[in-house]
């Protein structure tokens, strides 16, 4: 499974390879596999605490996966969406509207009945059976309501989120309904669906102590670099290597506004977010 940063590194990559949308969307549904699915969320960090502001009684499940709010551990190392760093979350209609944003698209609606619904986000719609063999958004309707979503990369194949972001075929799911979205180049010509499997390699991610106040050094001093170059106050006192009440108040802004657990405690968690930037 891929951590957020490193799919986030392979989307600026093969931009920069001059890859197409279709390519591009193709190669992110790929990445994405495995990552989990929450009930109202659009791409967020898998953290306890995106997780804790998602929670709902009809979905359980956003509590009872996580390791840290069920109690067993206080960290989420270890867990099985955090392969090194954290994973991003969604469910059915916020990971099609995720994947699409990252190539400029927007798909507006609440849910996946109002994403079909709002004619303003198509080219063109219809019936599964009059589908072309193109990159688009598929639907499963159920009476009026399409009660879900996800990608149709090509051949037959979907990628979608439900119970983790997973792959399916047109065939084994029920589809109904495909969508191109507005201004979306979905044309498959010249794709190598063999070349869109593996994500950029990028380098091992620098190992880092848990930082907190009170610690003093070279880590502390970097995490300080960090927090001013995102913006964030650190006082008269600037890069001086301590962890004093500047560099809290700006780690606890930093974790707040990232959705992390507002602690103050420099650990992986917030060391790779930091390092995403």
């Given at each position: 499974m891929n951590t957020a940063s490193k799919v986030d590194q392979a989307i600026q990559t093969w931009k920069l390879k001059g890859w197409c949308l279709a390519a591009i969307v193709i190669a992110l549904c790929k990445a994405c596999l495995g990552w989990?699915?929450?009930f109202g969320a659009r791409g967020q960090y898998c953290t306890p605490s995106n997780r804790r502001g998602k929670m709902r009684s009809d979905h359980p499940t956003i509590y009872t996966k996580c390791?840290?709010?069920t109690g067993p551990k206080s960290s989420c190392s270890g867990c099985r969406w955090y392969p090194g760093g954290p994973v991003r979350f969604f469910d059915c209609r916020g990971f099609t509207y995720w994947v699409f944003r990252q190539v400029g698209i927007t798909i507006n609606g609440a849910g996946a009945t109002s994403q079909y619904n709002d004619n303003s986000n198509w080219d063109c719609k219809g019936a599964i059976a009059d589908m072309p063999n193109m990159v688009c958004v598929v639907f499963k309707d159920k009476k009026g309501t399409k009660e879900h979503t996800g990608i149709h990369?090509?051949?037959?194949q979907i990628i979608h989120c439900s119970n983790g972001v997973q792959t399916g075929k047109t065939t084994d799911r029920g589809w109904t309904h495909f969508a191109i979205p507005k201004g979306f180049d979905g044309n498959l010509e010249g794709i190598g669906f063999d070349q869109l499997d593996a994500v950029p390699s990028e380098k091992p991610a620098a190992s880092h102590p848990k930082l907190r106040r009170g610690s003093s050094g070279k880590d502390v001093q970097q995490l300080q670099q960090i927090l001013l170059s995102?913006?964030?106050?650190?006082?008269p006192c600037g890069v001086d290597g301590v962890f004093g009440r500047m560099?809290?108040?700006a780690v606890q802004a930093f974790q707040k506004a990232r959705g992390l657990t507002v602690d103050g405690i420099v650990g992986p968690v917030t060391w790779a977010a930091l390092e995403e930037g």
């Open positions: 989990p699915y929450v390791q840290v709010l990369i090509g051949n037959g995102l913006g964030y106050d650190l006082g560099t809290l108040a």
